[in-house]
């Protein structure tokens, strides 16, 4: 036996040196997968604030839409729900999971609905136009309101339940 040792001893370190590589490269793959899944997750996190923020910021801007609603200061108006429509398509365009389907096609209705606000207040400016029904279009700024609280509802419970 001492004679095989002898004579083998380099070969018998190659196979345990090739094993122990084999252990650890396979180590060293699972955490680079462990790795690479924190990252995806903080990613996701991070557009998910991202997103809540963006979604608070319109809720706002909506409020202001209704306070200049108020004052029928149709420019304004007109500026405010461009702003909102702009803001929102940029949200729903991006095909990701932030967004459920429903919420996604709720925010596309809040898009059209914020158009034809901006819309009527653009008419609303020239010469001789009657002044559009202040009440209908508080009527659709609060509807979309309630979809952009959804929206960010939403946001909250996925933030909450760390997906």
């Known amino acids: 036996m001492a004679g095989f040792w002898a004579e083998n001893w380099g070969n018998v370190a190659s196979v345990v040196g090739a094993v122990l590589t084999i252990v650890f490269s396979w180590r060293a793959q ?26 608070n ?11 200049r609603l108020d004052t029928a200061a149709w420019q304004i108006v007109a500026e405010r729900a461009t702003d909102l429509r702009v803001s929102i398509a940029a949200i ?6 932030l967004i459920p389907d429903d919420v996604r096609d709720n925010l596309a209705v809040a898009v059209t609905q914020f158009k034809n606000i901006s819309d009527g207040a653009n008419r609303a400016t020239t010469p001789h136009k009657t002044a559009p029904d202040i009440n209908r279009y508080k009527k659709i700024a609060v ?16 933030l909450g339940s760390g997906e």
Request: charged share 35%.
């Open 92 to 97: 729903i365009i991006p095909e990701n999971a």
């Open 57 to 67: 910021r319109l809720n706002g801007r909506v409020d202001d839409l209704l306070n």
């Open 143 to 158: 509807d979309q309101k309630e979809t952009i609280v959804l929206a960010i509802e939403h946001v909250k419970r996925r």
């Open 30 to 55: 699972e955490a680079a997968k462990q790795a690479e899944r924190a990252s995806n997750a903080t990613k996701s996190r991070l557009l998910s604030v991202d997103l809540l923020s963006e979604l």
